[in-house]
């Protein structure tokens, strides 16, 4: 119940083209839902993020749509640039009791943006 | 303001070796994370940390590892007699506050331990 599934598992996109990525969860104890860009031999950093009660936030060129009924949530990058070609993690968590808000992850897209 | 350090960022041990793992948290930040990262999958949670005290552990395996988090000093994690399929890397997170699942953490550059 702790899954976070993400697809596809890697993604060739020409050069502005859209980025789609998709996650889907079981946990409805899940109420923060963030985005993770990491390049090769770096940590993670936050990309964006979005709660439960909207659906949909843009930032910039990234957005993230969120269907709380599916129980899914997507990226879309717009006009994919070959900087944006890096590893895009999902995640989830959510406060429950006093263990904080550790971060269920979804095990990536690769993406590759060919100019 | 500098960002979560992590050190050593390779780290290279033979099989029974022990490793440590630091991570200095972003300053004013007293919680810790730690997530371990398999190649080509994302990243596990394995514990969560404040100062002096370990608030969950379910994501670590039960033995050989070991997390703590002094009041002084950064945190460490301690791997013992390592195996091959140790090898990973091992990110650190911090954030301000622990309370609320929107408190983001901020990754550190990880690092990468292979066991021989």
């Known amino acids: 119940q702790q899954q976070v599934k993400q697809s596809p598992q890697s993604l060739i996109v020409q050069k502005g083209g859209i980025s789609i990525i998709n996650c889907a969860y079981e946990?409805?104890?899940?109420?923060?839902f963030p985005w993770y860009q990491q390049f090769p031999g770096k940590g993670p950093a936050l990309l964006i993020a979005?709660?439960?009660?909207?659906s949909e936030k843009k930032e910039g060129r990234f957005t993230i749509s969120f269907n709380k009924s599916a129980k899914q949530f997507s990226l879309h990058i717009m006009d994919s640039q070959p900087g944006d070609s890096a590893t895009y993690f999902c995640?989830?968590?959510?406060?429950?009791?006093?263990?904080?808000?550790?971060?269920?992850f979804g095990g990536g897209t690769r993406v590759l943006v060919k100019p | 303001n500098a960002g979560v350090m992590q050190n050593p960022r390779h780290l290279v041990r033979r099989r029974g070796q022990e490793a440590r793992l630091r991570c200095s948290p972003m300053?004013?930040?007293?919680?810790v994370y730690w997530y371990r990262q398999l190649p080509e999958e994302g990243l596990k949670f394995m514990v969560y940390l404040q100062k002096e005290n370990i608030i969950d552990e379910s994501g670590m395996p039960k033995e050989r590892f070991s997390a703590e988090f002094p009041k002084e000093g950064p945190s460490i994690l301690r791997i013992q007699q390592v195996v091959r399929g140790d090898s990973a890397a091992y990110f650190c997170a911090s954030s301000l506050q622990g309370r609320h699942s929107t408190d983001t953490q901020y990754f550190g550059p990880g690092t990468r331990l292979t066991v021989l």
């Open positions: 995640a989830a968590s959510g406060v429950i009791k006093a263990a904080g808000n550790k971060l269920t």
């Open positions: 300053k004013g930040h007293s919680h």
């Open positions: 979005i709660r439960p009660d909207v």
């Open positions: 946990n409805t104890a899940f109420d923060y």
